[in-house]
T-cell receptor, first 112, second 115 residues
Framework: DQQVKQNSPSLSVQEGRISILNCDYT??????FLWYKKYPAEGPTFLIS?????DKNEDGRFTVFLNKSAKHLSLHIVPSQPGDSAVYFC???????????FGKGTRLSVIA | DTAVSQTPKYLVTQMGNDKSIKCEQN?????MYWYKQDSKKFLKIMFS???????INETVPNRFSPKSPDKAHLNLHINSLELGDSAVYFC??????????????FGSGTQLSVL
């Protein structure tokens, strides 16, 4: 039962363009969402997060949008750079002492 | 300085063997975790420890036994390895516990291959 779904396994974008990575969830109890970035042979690193009381959070080139009614969030990277090429994991949590639930990841390739 | 370090990075072993993966964090965090990334690429939590106390055990077989000698270390011992145990195992830590939504800091992973 996948509670967090990243339906696109991969995405290719030209350098300088916008990258949009999508994530859907099924559990309406999720109240906090995070994006992690993972390079090969490394562990995931935290990128950006958003609470369910917001619909947008921005950090430099990275913006996360949350649409609670659609149970959908997206990560926008503008402008995309070759160094952004990595696997991006969406994760979500419910209130309380429960672990993060991760999606399967989307591999982003930014082509120079 | 590596914040969360785990060893070994690669582990190839035969079915039925017992093996351990070590993890250490130098961030002063209170909570440590073991995650498993299986062949389908899902990252799933296995265990969580807070100040050496087991908080979460997510229906992991008894063959997996975590040990936390102090809050900076969380080791994973696996008995009687099976083919299905082949995966990448990630150690992680966070300052607070799960309820605080603190971000996780991950180690670089241990790729376990059971032959």
């Amino acid at each position: 039962d996948q509670q967090v779904k990243q339906n696109s396994p991969s995405l290719s974008v030209q350098e300088g363009r916008i990258s949009i990575l999508n994530c859907d969830y099924t559990n309406s109890m999720f109240d906090y969402f995070l994006w992690y970035k993972k390079y090969p042979a490394e562990g995931p690193t935290f990128l950006i997060s958003i609470s369910s009381i917001k619909d947008k959070n921005e950090d430099g080139r990275f913006t996360v949008f949350l649409n609670k009614s659609a149970k959908h969030l997206s990560l926008h990277i503008v402008p995309s750079q070759p160094g952004d090429s990595a696997v991006y994991f969406c994760a979500a949590s419910v209130p309380g002492n429960t672990p993060l639930v991760f999606g399967k990841g989307t591999r982003l390739s930014v082509i120079a | 300085d590596t914040a969360v370090s785990q060893t070994p990075k690669y582990l190839v072993t035969q079915m039925g063997n017992d093996k351990s993966i070590k993890c250490e964090q130098n961030l002063g965090h209170d909570t440590m975790y073991w995650y498993k990334q299986d062949s389908k690429k899902f990252l799933k939590i296995m265990f969580s420890y807070n100040n050496k106390e087991l908080i979460i055990n997510e229906t992991v077989p008894n063959r997996f036994s975590p040990k936390s000698p102090d809050k900076a270390h969380l080791n994973l011992h696996i008995n009687s390895l099976e083919l299905g145990d082949s995966a990448v195992y990630f150690c992680a830590s966070s300052q607070g516990g799960l309820a605080t939504n603190e971000k996780l800091f991950f180690g670089s992973g241990t790729q376990l291959s059971v032959l």
